[in-house]
Nanobody
Framework: QVQLVESGGGLVQPGGSLRLSCAASGRIFSSNRVDWYRQAPGKERGLVATISTAGMTNYADSVKGRFSISRDIAKNTVELRMNSLKPEDTAVYYC???????????WGQGTQVTVSS
């Protein structure tokens, strides 16, 4: 059983930056796409960023140019760097992996990001 653990959330002022990290208990990141999702109060969970096994990245339109996803295979972590944060970025952020070729999903417990002055 793989466990994903997010860290790095917190309270930041508008325009500020945060760096979220997702650590896995197993070597799962090198062979599977990794996603960051977020869920704001009263809203559905939505996809924020993805990184493929080849290192290709994709972003939701709302975060393009501000967020950056990266993967460190040696450290077995995936990071989400968030710049120019806005109040509408406030949400719980989740790390997610779907094991390739299966319907097996792994989710972290989430980390709260609050953007407020």
């Amino acid at each position: 059983q793989v466990q994903l653990v997010e860290s790095g959330g917190g309270l930041v002022q508008p325009g500020g930056s945060l760096r979220l990290s997702c650590a896995a208990s197993g070597r799962i990141f090198s062979s599977n796409r990794v996603d960051w999702y977020r869920q704001a109060p009263g809203k559905e969970r939505g996809l924020v960023a993805t990184i493929s096994t080849a290192g290709m990245t994709n972003y939701a339109d709302s975060v393009k140019g501000r967020f950056s996803i990266s993967r460190d295979i040696a450290k077995n972590t995936v990071e989400l760097r968030m710049n120019s944060l806005k109040p509408e970025d406030t949400a719980v952020y989740y790390c997610h992996v779907r094991v390739v070729g299966t319907n097996i999903d792994y989710w972290g417990q989430g980390t709260q990001v609050t953007v407020s002055s």
